[in-house]
C-alpha cells in the first residue's frame, strides 16, 4: 500500500437531504451527425482550455461526457434501452452503446454557511436522426447532493494520479446511490470517470439491485451554466460534438474495451469481484466477521490503483451508518 488513508465514520439520515429528480423530454427529433472542421475545432478547444483554467477539484463546472451502463453481478454491458434508439440507426447497424451527457455542478452554502450542497443537472442526449439537426431531444434529471458526509482525497503520486471523491445521497425512500469519483490528470481529453451505484439498505437484504453507471467527462467550464444549455430547443449535433472533444469522440465504443484481469486474493470469502471497461473494478458483499456489508469501487491509473471503500451497518435504532476509506497503491 503506498499513499494515503483517510477514516470517517458517519450516520447517514436521508430525510436530512433534499433531493429532487425529474426526468422530461424537450426539443424535437433531430439527427445524429459527425461534424469534422479541424480549424473550428482548434479554436473551440483554446476556448475550453481557458475556461477550465482555473478549475480545482473533480466537481462543479460544465462537463461533457460519455455515460454507459453495466450489471455489478457479473459486469457485462447494458445496452441502451432499444425505445430510445430510432429505427433507421438500427436499420444502419449504428445502434450507440453510450449517452452523451452535458452535466452542471453548482456547489452551494448551507444554513451553517459551509459549502456543503451541490446541485447538479444532467442533460442526457437522446439518439436521434432525421432531416434537422437545431434541435435535439433530451432528457433533464436534477439532484441536490448534501457534500457534508463526502470523502475527498486529494493525494497524488509521481503518475500525476488526483483526487478520489466519495459522494452519497438518498434516491427516493429506499434507495442509496453511492457515487466514485476519480480525477485524472495525465489522461488527455478525460477530467474524471464517476462510477454510481444505487442500493437498497437493508438489515437483512443489502444489495445493488440496479445498473451500475460508469461516465467518462471532461470539464468544458470552471463555471456551471445550471444545465440551462438546451432550455427553449437549439441545443444541435455540433455543439454537442464539440463539447465532448476529440479524446470522447474516440472513446464511444469504451465498452468493447478488454476488461483486466484480477484474481480473488480470498477464493473462500463472500465478497463478489467485478470487472468493468476503463480499468473499473468493485468489490461487494457481506464481512461476516463485522456483521457488516462492504462495497469498494477502484479504478488503476498508470501503475496505481485507487479505491474507494465503504462498510454499512444498520444500528440498533435502525439508522444505517457507514464508514469510509480511500487509499492508493501500487499496481504492478
Known amino acids: 500500500m503506498a499513499a494515503a488513508c483517510c477514516n470517517q465514520g458517519l450516520a447517514f439520515q436521508p430525510t436530512h437531504i433534499s433531493v429532487h429528480r425529474c426526468n422530461q423530454f424537450r426539443g424535437q427529433q433531430s439527427p445524429r451527425f459527425a461534424y ?21 477539484g473533480v466537481y462543479g463546472g460544465d462537463f461533457a ?63 436521434d436522426t432525421g432531416c434537422s439537426v437545431d434541435n435535439l431531444e433530451t432528457m433533464i434529471a436534477k439532484d441536490e447532493i448534501d457534500l457534508e458526509s463526502q470523502l475527498k482525497s486529494d493525494e497524488s503520486n509521481e503518475d500525476g494520479v488526483e483526487e478520489i471523491v466519495g459522494l452519497q445521497y438518498p434516491l427516493g425512500e429506499d434507495k442509496l446511490r453511492v457515487e466514485t469519483i476519480f480525477g485524472l490528470r495525465e489522461e488527455f ?28 467527462e471532461r470539464r468544458t467550464s470552471s463555471i456551471s451554466s445550471g444545465g440551462t444549455i438546451s432550455e427553449g430547443g437549439g ?38 469481484h467485478v470487472n468493468f471497461p476503463a480499468y473499473v473494478s468493485i468489490a461487494y458483499g457481506w464481512l461476516k466477521d463485522k456483521n457488516s456489508w462492504m462495497l469498494q469501487v477502484s479504478q488503476i491509473s498508470g501503475a496505481s490503483r485507487r479505491v474507494m471503500s465503504r462498510e454499512f451497518t444498520t444500528a440498533k435504532d435502525g439508522e444505517l451508518d457507514f464508514e469510509m476509506q480511500s487509499w492508493v497503491e501500487d499496481y504492478i
Open 36 to 56: 469534422s472542421d479541424y480549424e473550428s475545432s482548434e479554436k473551440f478547444e483554446s476556448l475550453v482550455e481557458a475556461a477550465t483554467l482555473e478549475a480545482k
Open 65 to 127: 461526457g460519455l455515460a454507459a451502463t453495466f450489471n455489478p453481478g457479473d459486469g457485462s454491458f447494458i445496452p441502451v434501452p432499444d425505445y430510445l434508439i430510432p429505427d433507421g440507426l438500427k436499420e444502419w447497424g449504428q445502434e450507440p452503446k453510450c449517452l452523451e451527457v452535458l452535466v452542471s455542478e453548482d456547489v452551494h452554502s448551507d444554513a451553517s454557511g459551509e459549502d456543503n450542497l451541490m446541485t447538479r443537472v444532467t442533460t442526457t442526449i437522446l439518439p
Open 189 to 216: 481529453g478525460v477530467d474524471r470517470i464517476r462510477v454510481a451505484i444505487d442500493l437498497i439498505p437493508s438489515e437483512d437484504d443489502f444489495a445493488i439491485k440496479s445498473p451500475m453507471m460508469l461516465t467518462l
Open 235 to 272: 441545443l444541435d449535433g455540433r455543439t454537442v460534438y464539440m463539447l465532448l472533444g476529440e479524446r470522447l469522440r474516440a472513446s464511444r465504443t469504451f465498452v468493447d474495451e478488454a476488461v483486466m484481469s484480477y484474481e480473488n486474493p480470498d477464493p473462500t470469502d463472500d465478497i463478489r
